[in-house]
């Protein structure tokens, strides 16, 4: 068994995708646009012009994969109450990630030593993805 995090960008996962390569390292594995699609979606169900949206991908993240779509309405996405973690190795990688995910976003928690980890510090990305960086403890 398996639960993965899928998230919809209304319109702008391939800029997602393009922002989190440079931000975070991902990688992207699969892509499929709603014009590639077998059969046409029923009609209405995605906004008029979406051909070269995003229907659906997938992206890696070190272990952890993850999926995204345009989804089918535009509009701002909204991700209340989920925040992915990512953990990182050191201060110095966690500093490094942080800036790069806060860039055009909002810090809510800037990253700092806490009682449970060298580094931690939440913000919320300029796609409105709410992120934890965390750095291990082992």
């Avoid at 779509?69 to 490094?96: H, K, M, R, Y």
């Avoid at 809510?108 to 030593?113: D, E, H, I």
């Amino acid at each position: 068994m398996n639960v993965q995090a899928y998230l919809m960008f209304n319109g702008r996962t391939e800029e997602a995708l393009a922002f989190y390569t440079q931000a975070i390292g991902a990688e992207v594995t699969a892509l499929m646009r709603f014009g590639e699609a077998p059969e046409p979606p029923p009609p209405g169900m995605i906004p008029e012009g979406w051909d070269d949206k995003v229907m659906h991908s997938s992206f890696r993240v070190g272990d952890a994969e993850l999926m995204a779509s345009d989804g089918c309405q535009s509009g701002e996405a909204g991700f209340a109450g989920i925040s992915l973690a990512l953990t990182v190795a050191s201060p110095q990688e966690a500093e490094q990630r942080f800036a790069a995910l806060a860039e055009g976003g909002t810090v809510t928690m800037p990253l700092g030593p806490t009682f449970f980890a060298p580094a931690f510090g939440t913000l919320t990305d300029r796609f409105g993805v709410a992120w934890l960086v965390v750095v291990a403890t082992h």
